[in-house]
């Protein structure tokens, strides 16, 4: 693994500039124009992205609306199932051509956020194999072996993969604080994040993750945060893509 990374600032913008961003970083990478990178973000407005071959969805999800404004609906570059993005922290890492199986890639890629997490007191481990899981649209209804839950079963962590030529984006959603009646509202039940988790202040979490990530993959980060021109071609790249 190449030991330069780049760390992107926290940045807050639209599902679709988000998911723009994501694959178009693997792509610069891909091509040897992108060092490896971690970045962490939030969705503004509210959204629910949806797993790339994730075509069916509640009718109601089109006219659902949170804090006066409409909330997105966007499909990610990668798989799995519909996740509702209010309340939580998404990290994004590019990485360098990985060996071994899908499975052992997710295990090494979480190593950080179990480190990271478990020096604010929180253990976490990855889940299990659940036939539950394809069969619903909630993402975290259920865990599997890409996921990270907490010692009392709460999913905490729900993670997706997308490959090209070997290189990986690894991009996931940290729940942390999310509205039971919005949740209710999308997924016809309510969540109730563990106690704990109320006063992590995400600034803070993603020092400790940046730290953690530091050590586990023995890296060293050059800070680089996305230019308006890196952005405005990520989503220019991804909308050319879409009508491809």
Same mark, same amino acid.
């Given at each position: 693994?190449?030991?330069?990374?780049?760390?992107i600032?926290?940045?807050?913008?639209?599902?679709?500039?988000?998911?723009?961003?994501?694959?178009?970083?693997?792509?610069?990478?891909?091509?040897?124009?992108?060092?490896?990178c971690?970045?962490?973000?939030?969705?503004?407005?509210?959204?629910?992205?949806?797993?790339?071959?994730?075509?069916?969805?509640?009718?109601?999800?089109?006219s659902?609306?949170?804090?006066?404004?409409?909330?997105?609906?966007?499909?990610?570059?990668?798989?799995?199932?519909?996740?509702?993005?209010?309340?939580?922290?998404?990290?994004?890492?590019?990485?360098s051509?990985?060996?071994?199986?899908?499975?052992?890639?997710?295990?090494?890629?979480?190593?950080?956020?179990?480190?990271?997490?478990?020096?604010?007191?929180?253990?976490?481990?990855?889940?299990?194999?659940?036939?539950?899981?394809?069969?619903?649209?909630?993402?975290?209804?259920?865990?599997?072996? @890409? %996921? +990270? /839950? !907490?010692?009392?079963?709460y999913?905490?962590?729900?993670?997706?993969?997308?490959?090209?030529?070997?290189?990986v #984006?690894?991009?996931?959603?940290?729940?942390?604080?999310?509205?039971?009646?919005?949740?209710?509202?999308?997924?016809?039940?309510?969540?109730?994040?563990?106690?704990?988790?109320?006063k992590?202040?995400? @600034? %803070? +979490? /993603? !020092?400790?993750?940046?730290?953690?990530?530091?050590?586990?993959?023995?890296?060293?980060?050059?800070?680089?945060? #996305?230019?308006?021109?890196?952005?405005?071609?990520?989503?220019?790249?991804?909308?050319?893509?879409?009508?491809?």
């Amino acid at each position: 693994m190449n030991t330069r990374w780049r760390l992107i600032s926290p940045m807050a913008a639209s599902g679709f500039n988000q998911m723009a961003i994501d694959e178009w970083l693997l792509e610069q990478h891909r091509l040897g124009v992108g060092l490896p990178c971690l970045r962490f973000y939030s969705w503004q407005p509210v959204a629910i992205s949806l797993g790339y071959h994730q075509h069916r969805y509640p009718h109601s999800w089109d006219s659902l609306r949170w804090d006066g404004q409409d909330i997105d609906i966007v499909r990610r570059p990668s798989g799995g199932r519909a996740v509702l993005h209010q309340g939580d922290l998404t990290y994004a890492l590019v990485s360098s051509p990985l060996s071994g199986r899908r499975r052992e890639t997710y295990k090494y890629l979480c190593e950080f956020l179990i480190e990271g997490w478990r020096d604010l007191g929180i253990h976490l481990s990855l889940g299990g194999e659940n036939r539950r899981y394809h069969r619903s649209v909630n993402c975290f209804s259920a865990s599997t072996a @890409a %996921d +990270l /839950v !907490m010692e009392d079963g709460y999913k905490l962590i729900g993670s997706a993969q997308l490959y090209r030529d070997g290189c990986v #984006l690894q991009h996931g959603s940290m729940r942390l604080c999310p509205e039971p009646d919005l949740v209710k509202a999308v997924f016809g039940d309510s969540i109730y994040p563990p106690s704990a988790l109320k006063k992590i202040k995400p @600034a %803070d +979490l /993603v !020092m400790v993750l940046i730290a953690a990530a530091k050590r586990v993959f023995e890296i060293e980060f050059e800070l680089q945060p #996305l230019s308006p021109q890196e952005i405005s071609q990520a989503c220019s790249w991804s909308m050319a893509r879409s009508k491809v």
